[in-house]
């Protein structure tokens, strides 16, 4: 069974300082991994696709992959309150996904 | 902008009884996936359909059915609801598989008694 484990499982920052969150997983030498926002009672938004190792940049969201050392981050520039949910990490593997638990984000005006 | 709608959006089932949860979807996807998310964890795959008239297994099937009559619906079926089916149900689209984006739905909050 793949694992995709996330840290930490919650998180407070102010407006506008930096979001750093994390995801390390089992294997990963042939996925591809996205991370997902999930404000309280909705479904899932997706909110940065990778697919190789480095930098991929969607607005103020910034995935970093390095496959070598099994972990991929999300950092949110200038957080909002409305940047406040859970935010998902998921492995995509043989055509499946492995989602983590989730880390909780909460930003404070 | 994708659209994938569930019905119902909340329901509650006693113990034994049998739930259907339905799932629409416009994208003209081939796939399509049916997830639960219990409380404070990530989503595990229930079984998920790539055409019409044919679905396959996720990583946990037991307990659950699904139902893919056309590209557009695709349902998951208790046929005898327990307790720890309790959960929120998500149903997805994706265009060719896991490795497109998957577009989700606002979820099923299903209460078993």
């Known amino acids: 069974q793949q694992k995709v484990q996330q840290s930490p499982e919650s998180l407070t920052v102010s407006e506008g300082a930096m979001a750093s969150l994390n995801c390390t997983f089992s294997?990963?030498?042939?996925?591809?991994f996205r991370w997902y926002r999930q404000h309280s009672g909705k479904g899932l938004e997706v909110l940065v696709s990778?697919?190789?190792?480095g930098e991929k940049e969607e607005g103020r969201f910034t995935a970093h992959l390095n496959r070598a050392s099994l972990h991929v981050s999300l950092h949110i520039r200038e957080p909002q309150p409305s940047d406040s949910a859970v935010y998902l990490c998921?492995?995509?593997?043989?055509?499946?996904?492995?989602f983590g638990d989730g880390t909780q984000l909460v930003v404070k005006p | 902008e994708a659209a994938v709608t569930q019905s119902p959006r909340s329901k509650v089932a006693v113990t034994g009884g049998k739930v259907t949860l339905s799932c629409h979807q416009t994208n003209n996807h081939d796939y399509m996936y049916w997830y639960r998310q219990d409380t404070g964890h990530g989503l595990r795959l229930i079984h998920y359909s790539y055409v019409a008239d044919s679905t396959e297994k996720g990583d946990i099937p037991d307990g659950y059915k699904a139902s893919r009559p056309s590209q557009e619906n695709f349902s998951l079926i208790l046929e005898l609801a327990s307790l720890s089916q309790t959960a929120v149900y998500f149903c997805?689209?994706?265009?060719?598989?896991?490795?497109?984006?998957?577009?989700f739905g606002p979820g099923t909050r299903l209460l078993v008694l």
């Open positions: 294997d990963g030498t042939s996925d591809n």
């Open positions: 998921a492995k995509n593997n043989n055509n499946r996904i492995f």
């Open positions: 997805a689209s994706s265009e060719r598989g896991a490795q497109d984006t998957q577009y």
């Open positions: 990778i697919f190789s190792d």
